[in-house]
């Protein structure tokens, strides 16, 4: 647990980039990920089931999540808020009912496809003719992935996100599925300061759930 942790500390960061193409700025959906990381000694299987809101117009996020990392097996609530150009990430632990702050001096990150990004073109999904997509494959300095998006009316729906590399000697692989994507927000309650975190109560977690290495899940 503590590889991938620092696998996904030392991720780099995508917020300065210009983007090609971006998703709307309101969306909810379904994210499934699984994906493996091997240390030296170590190795392990991540799993995640997650139900994400994203309101880049008011830079915040809200997930919660399934995470499964080998035998270890919780639930999170992830909400992320933001107040001018500083935000607050508050992480609780659902079976311990306890809650993580974390200051964000960084920007909000866009959800985009970075200009960087190379096209591998378009190719349907399952039957040809059926579902088209579109692929773009981005290469960083220790960290490479590869998207598959709808384009609709110029914005990009994410379909399917692959993350790989190696850092601090630790190799992982990451591959995230979008599944039920709907526009806007339906319930703005889900970006509420959870009610374990008013108590301003830190505690340290099992795990590091930082989730700067996406490009477009939260």
Not at 63 to 70: C, V
Request: aromatic fraction near 14%.
């Amino acid at each position: 647990m503590a590889a991938i942790s620092a696998v996904l500390l030392a991720l780099f960061s995508l917020v300065a980039l210009s983007s090609a193409c971006c998703t709307p700025d309101q969306w909810e959906g379904v994210e499934s990920s699984i994906g493996g990381w091997a240390g030296r000694r170590r190795s392990g299987l991540l799993k995640e089931f997650v139900f994400a809101s994203y309101d880049y117009t008011n830079k915040r996020s809200a997930a919660f999540l399934d995470y499964a990392n080998g035998e270890y097996f919780n639930r999170f609530q992830i909400v992320v808020r933001y107040e001018g150009e500083v935000g607050n990430l508050y992480i609780v632990d659902l079976k311990r009912n306890k809650c993580w702050l974390k200051t964000l001096k960084r920007p909000f990150r866009q959800a985009c496809i970075p200009e960087k990004a190379k096209s591998v073109g378009d190719y349907y999904l399952g039957l040809k003719g059926g579902f088209k997509v579109s692929g773009y494959a981005i290469e960083g300095e220790r960290i490479n992935a590869f998207i598959s998006v709808q384009n609709v009316s110029g914005s990009c729906i994410p379909v399917s996100e692959a993350v790989y590399g190696k850092l601090t000697k630790v190799e992982f692989v990451q591959t995230v599925g979008f599944v039920n994507l709907t526009p806007g927000i339906k319930n703005e309650t889900v970006f509420d300061v959870p009610a374990q975190c008013e108590k301003k109560e830190d505690f340290s977690l099992a795990e590091e759930l930082t989730r700067d290495h996406y490009f477009f899940a939260i």
